[in-house]
């Protein structure tokens, strides 16, 4: 980052609240590229990052790169419904504990819906020490499609988000380009939209723009509202419900499948995996592979039908996890076969 605009970002946040950037987007969009781009450019402006992840074991902390600065996750369930006391505690102690604190990024699931985020910070005594900032949405050029589209989840991340920011932009041409942002102008009309590749973005453009209006917060809450009613008539807590069940781990219709253990794979079986027994209906999946054929850690990611894998040193302990999200997956044959995956 270049030295005005991290005088331009410090000079904003020296405002009395502490403000907060919610970054929203479908699964698989950018987010923790975008954090994790936003953690290695923000010199001098120390930032706290709360991160809540969908799936029983949470992959991100071992996917965001390791800074000095606090990180947060928070588990055990979903952000914009069930665990938004949670939220509020953890960036109150934040605060209280780290009084020099300058900037507080949420990195939300790729299934929450933002605005009941937005509403919990606004409806808590965090007001008076915060500032909502605004809401990024990610969109996944190459996959923003009718899976995200159908879902009311994906339709409220691009209303509510006060910059849509285009990602991988790489990955497709600018027919495609166009075309998606003639859908996203379509769901919502005066919309702010970014180009990016691997989220970067000079940050003055995403960090303290102050574009979230509180005044609109009640017009914005009764359009929800309203679109609710008419999808599920089943809103809950705040009136935001969105089809969640924790005990299956099943968000709308999307249903995730977490693995882990200790032993490594064979590399020529978990390929096998990958080319015959992986289903199309997997959205998303990410996960560390340990192969016993490799010293490396393997980072593995599957974001519609794009797959990748790279690879970096192992920390201490080596392990495999692995999370599968989709509509109608077949949890007990996934685990099956990635328990046949191990090298025995
Ligand atoms: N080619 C390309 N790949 C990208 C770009 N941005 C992100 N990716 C890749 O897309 C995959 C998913 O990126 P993440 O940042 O993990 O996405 P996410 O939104 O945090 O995912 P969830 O939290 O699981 O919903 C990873 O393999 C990234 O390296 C981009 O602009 N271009």
């Not at 985020?117 to 996959?143: C, F, H, K, P, Y």
């Not at 589209?149 to 497709?172: F, M, P, T």
């Not at 989220?199 to 009764?222: A, R, W, Y």
């Not at 679109?227 to 969105?242: I, V």
Request: glycine share 6%.
């Amino acid at each position: 980052m270049n030295a005005s605009v991290s005088n331009l970002n410090k000079n904003m946040v020296s405002k009395k609240n502490i403000p907060i950037t919610i970054i929203s987007g479908f699964l698989g969009s950018g987010k923790t590229t975008l954090l994790n781009h936003i953690l290695t450019n923000q010199q001098g402006i120390k930032t706290a990052v709360l991160v809540n992840e969908f799936g029983e074991i949470g992959i991100d902390n071992e996917l965001i790169i390791k800074t000095e600065e606090e990180m947060i996750e928070l588990s055990n369930g979903c952000i914009c419904c069930s665990i938004n006391g949670e939220l509020v505690e953890a960036i109150e102690k934040l605060i209280n504990v780290n009084k020099k604190l300058d900037y507080i990024i949420i990195e939300t699931t790729g299934l929450a819906d933002p605005l009941p985020v937005a509403m919990t910070l606004l409806g808590s005594d965090l007001r008076d020490q915060t500032r909502l900032d605004s809401i990024i949405t990610l969109i996944d050029a190459e996959n923003f499609n009718d899976v995200a589209l159908e879902s009311s989840i994906g339709r409220s991340q691009v209303i509510y988000g006060d910059i849509l920011l285009l990602n991988k932009c790489d990955l497709v041409t600018n027919k495609n380009i166009e075309e998606t942002i003639d859908k996203l102008k379509e769901i919502k009309n005066d919309v702010r939209i970014l180009k990016s590749i691997k989220g970067n973005i000079p940050l003055n453009l995403l960090l303290s723009v102050g574009l979230f209006e509180t005044d609109l917060i009640n017009q914005k809450e009764s359009v929800h509202d309203h679109s609710h009613e008419h999808k599920h008539g089943h809103g809950h807590g705040h009136g935001h419900g969105h089809g969640h069940s924790e005990e299956d781990n099943r968000i709308e219709d999307f249903l995730s499948v977490s693995f882990q253990t200790k032993e490594p794979f064979s590399l020529r079986k978990f390929q096998y995996f990958l080319d015959n027994q992986l289903k199309s209906d997997v959205f998303r999946a990410k996960g560390i592979l340990w192969f016993s054929e490799s010293e490396r850690r393997h980072v593995f990611h599957l974001a519609g039908k794009r797959i990748s894998i790279e690879d970096s040193e192992w920390g201490e302990e080596r392990n495999n996890q692995l999370v599968f999200i989709g509509k109608e997956l077949d949890k007990t044959k996934i685990l099956s076969q990635l328990n046949a995956c191990i090298d025995k």
